[in-house]
C-alpha cells in the first residue's frame, strides 16, 4: 500500500517498495507513475479503436481474431489448430491467451473471446510498458525511464494491432526477457527468450545477445556451460521435436511474397529503371544482407558484452533488418519494434518525433491505406511506391536516432 508524508496541506506519496514483480528483484516505483502508465496504456487502444471508427470510418480488423477462435476450436476437437481450411500459422504457446479467451467465450460467444482477447492483450501490453520503465531505470534518469514506458504505452500504431493481433504476447516476453537479464536474473532472461520462440519465434533473437551480456564477468563459454547451453538445448530440443511431430505449418510464412516490403520496393524501383533482376535474387540479396548484420550486431556484442544500451541498440537492429529486408511483413510487426526504439529515443528531442512519426505513418499503412494503396501481394496504385518509401525511410531516421542514443551511465556512445 502506498504511503503519503504530510507537510501542512500537501501531501507525497512515497515509492513503493517493490521487492518483486514478476519474480524478478526490482527497485521501487510511485504509484501515481505505475497507474498512470497503467492508464496510458489502457487508453490508448480505447481512443485509437474509436479514433478509427468513427473519425476515419475505417475497421477494426478482426479477421485474425477469427481465426485464433476457429484454430482453438478445432484443438478442442481434437485436431490441428489449422484443419478445415483455417490459417494459423503460430507456434503452439501463441495459443495459450487464446485458450483462456476461448474459456470466456463458453459463457460469452464469439463476443465474449474478442473482449476476452482485448483485456489479455492490453495486460500484455501494460506488462511491456512497465518492463520498459524499469529497463529505462538501468539506463537513464527515473524522469527518462518514464518517458520511454510512455512512449511505449501511447504508441497508437501499437495500439491498433493489440486489439487485433496476439503480437502483444510474444512482446511482453521478450520485454520480461530482456528486463529479467539486467536486473542479473539469468535464468529467467534465458527463459523468457526460449518461451518467445514457442509464442511467435523472433523473441529466440534476444538469446544470444542475453548470453554475450551475461558472460561479461566470466566468458562466453564458462556462461554457456553454467546456464546458456542447456537452456539453448533444451529449446531446440521441444522445438525439434515439434517440427518432427507435424507441427510445422507456420514455416510456411517465409516463402511468401508481400507488397509492403524493401525487397518489393526495390523490384519496383529497377523495373521502373528497365532492369530486369529476379525477384529471387533480390530477395536472396537481402537474406546475405540480413545474416551479415545480424553477425556483425553479435560480434560487436561479443567485443563489449557490459553495455546495456548497447544490447538494445543490436537487439534492435537485428529485429529491424529481419522484418524490413524479409520478403514478407505484416504491419503489425511495428509491435516487435517499438519497445526498444521507445527505450532508445526516450530523451531526445529528434528521437521522440521520428519515433511519432513512424507510428503516424504505419497507421496510415495499415488500416487506412490497405485495399486503397496496396493489399497484401501487390499495390493498388503508382502511389504506393512512393507511400512505402516514405515509410521506410522514416524508420530508417527513428534506427538511426535510436543508435546515436549515447551510453548515460558510461557517458559514451555505444
Request: aromatic share 16%; with cysteine.
Amino acid at each position: 500500500m502506498a504511503r503519503t508524508r504530510k507537510k501542512g496541506k500537501l501531501a507525497r506519496q512515497e515509492p513503493v517498495p517493490v521487492r518483486k514483480w514478476l519474480g524478478i528483484e526490482l527497485p521501487p516505483i510511485v504509484p501515481a507513475r505505475r497507474n498512470t502508465l497503467i492508464a496510458a496504456s489502457i487508453g490508448s487502444k480505447v481512443f485509437i479503436g474509436l479514433v478509427t471508427i468513427f473519425v476515419f470510418s475505417s475497421f477494426i480488423d478482426a479477421y485474425d481474431l477469427q481465426i485464433y477462435y476457429q484454430a482453438v476450436g478445432n484443438i478442442i476437437r481434437g485436431m490441428m489448430p489449422w484443419a478445415n481450411g483455417v490459417i494459423f500459422y503460430y507456434p503452439p504457446l501463441a495459443i495459450a491467451p487464446m485458450l483462456i479467451a476461448y474459456a470466456v467465450s463458453l459463457v460469452g460467444g464469439y463476443l465474449g473471446f474478442v473482449l476476452a482477447m482485448w483485456a489479455l492483450m492490453t495486460a500484455c501490453d501494460i506488462v511491456t510498458t512497465l518492463c520498459i520503465y524499469y529497463i529505462g531505470l538501468k539506463l537513464y534518469s527515473e524522469q527518462t525511464a518514464f518517458i520511454a514506458a510512455m512512449l511505449n504505452a501511447t504508441a497508437f500504431s501499437v495500439a491498433y494491432f493489440v486489439l487485433t493481433r496476439f503480437d502483444a504476447f510474444p512482446a511482453s516476453l521478450a520485454a520480461v526477457a530482456l528486463l529479467a537479464t539486467v536486473y542479473n536474473d539469468k535464468k529467467a532472461g534465458y527463459l523468457g527468450a526460449v518461451a518467445g520462440l514457442f509464442a511467435k519465434l523472433w523473441p529466440m533473437l534476444l538469446f544470444p545477445f542475453l548470453w554475450l551480456y551475461n558472460a561479461r564477468d566470466s566468458s562466453v563459454v564458462a556462461e554457456g556451460r553454467k546456464r546458456a547451453v542447456w537452456f539453448l538445448l533444451a529449446g531446440g530440443l521441444v522445438f525439434g521435436l515439434m517440427l518432427w511431430a507435424g507441427y510445422n505449418k507456420f514455416l510456411g510464412y517465409a516463402e511468401m511474397v508481400y507488397a509492403n516490403t524493401i525487397p518489393y520496393a526495390v523490384s519496383q524501383y529497377l523495373q521502373i529503371a528497365g532492369a530486369t533482376v529476379p525477384f529471387n535474387v533480390i530477395s536472396n540479396v537481402f537474406r546475405v544482407l540480413t545474416v551479415v548484420v545480424i553477425a556483425g550486431a553479435l560480434y560487436w556484442m561479443y567485443k563489449q558484452p557490459g553495455s546495456i544500451t548497447r544490447m538494445v541498440k543490436l537487439i534492435l537492429i537485428t529485429i529491424f533488418v529481419l522484418v524490413f529486408f524479409s520478403q514478407y511483413r505484416s504491419p503489425q510487426y511495428i509491435v516487435w519494434l517499438s519497445p526498444f526504439a521507445a527505450l532508445l529515443v526516450a530523451g531526445d528531442r529528434w528521437g521522440v518525433l521520428a519515433f511519432l512519426g513512424v507510428q503516424v505513418l504505419a497507421y496510415i499503412e495499415f488500416p487506412l491505406m490497405f485495399w486503397v494503396l496496396y493489399v497484401n501481394d501487390h499495390y493498388l496504385t503508382e502511389w504506393a511506391l512512393g507511400f512505402f518509401t516514405v515509410l521506410f525511410i522514416a524508420y530508417g531516421l527513428m534506427l538511426w536516432r535510436a543508435v546515436q542514443r549515447e551510453d548515460v551511465r558510461s557517458g559514451q556512445s555505444t
